[in-house]
């Protein structure tokens, strides 16, 4: 791992447990895939929320960014232990950024250097990439990186979701890379269930996320900031793809030095209103 700045074994603004959660945490299990696989149990989709009946004014749930806010919501529904699963009913409403979020939250109170991702995964309809958010922990004997769909562990939707391959998810970073040398087709690229939000400017929006996550500032799936709105409205050209392109490409090196300073640029840095 790099040995810098950005310390991803400690907490960062959204990833702070506060000190009387951290009882929470004990029953966990000690390995990362067992924590991920956890928190499966504590976190549920809004439209699967919706079916279930539970209260329209809980769908609201899903815009919490601090998980210890997450956390706070979750144990008011059940005060019990992270690592005893909740009824459908009695899980905090996330999406994906939630799932990989409070996994890192957890992965970084216990000393381990985690990430959550945002990008694209390749694995839930053949030829297409829809917008995701996993989870990465630092393998020491490995030397690497470790790629967890902490959302769909246990399912079908490709082979080793605790360990996934190269390509079955890029982030913003490495989608852009591949749109900007035509590997691949950037409008089968978006949000499923949407019909506007394919394309370009949706790999861009997950290139920023993507960079504010590299910098422990986990931003929700639908933030904007910058000339992201404008980029969504067609309203960017060359200059801001080149700035896209520098982006992508310290995303890729893993350089903390690169990504500290790209973080402070006025077209990039998450404002404060967000951060809270």
Not at 38 to 60: F, H, M
């Amino acid at each position: 791992m790099t040995d810098d700045v950005l310390n991803y074994w400690q907490p960062g603004p959204f990833t702070t447990l506060d000190a009387a959660q951290l009882p929470l945490i004990e029953g966990l299990p000690d390995d990362p895939v067992g924590i991920c696989a956890a928190v499966q149990g504590l976190v549920i989709q809004p439209t699967d929320a919706a079916a279930l009946g539970i209260p329209e004014d809980r769908i609201a749930e899903k815009n919490i960014r601090p998980v210890n806010e997450l956390i706070a919501a979750l144990t008011a529904l059940d005060p019990a232990p992270l690592h005893r699963p909740r009824t459908p009913e009695k899980r905090v409403i996330g999406t994906c950024r939630h799932f990989a979020t409070i996994a890192c939250a957890i992965l970084r109170a216990r000393g381990v250097a985690s990430r959550a991702r945002c990008g694209f995964g390749t694995y839930f309809q053949e030829g297409r990439g829809f917008d995701h958010w996993i989870t990465e922990y630092w393998d020491d004997g490995q030397r690497r990186w470790v790629r967890v769909d902490t959302e769909h562990l246990g399912k079908n939707f490709v082979t080793r979701p605790d360990d996934l391959a190269p390509g079955e998810f890029l982030t913003g970073g490495e989608a852009w890379a591949q749109y900007r040398s035509s590997m691949i087709d950037p409008h089968t690229f978006g949000v499923v269930g949407t019909d506007h939000a394919w394309g370009p400017h949706e790999i861009s929006g997950n290139v920023v996320r993507d960079l504010a996550a590299l910098c422990k500032q986990e931003t929700l799936n639908w933030d904007e900031w910058g000339r992201m709105t404008a980029a969504y409205e067609g309203k960017t050209g060359p200059d801001y793809d080149q700035l896209i392109d520098v982006v992508a490409g310290a995303c890729s090196k893993d350089d903390p030095s690169a990504l500290i300073r790209l973080s402070a640029n006025p077209d990039l840095a998450v404002p404060q209103h967000i951060i809270g």
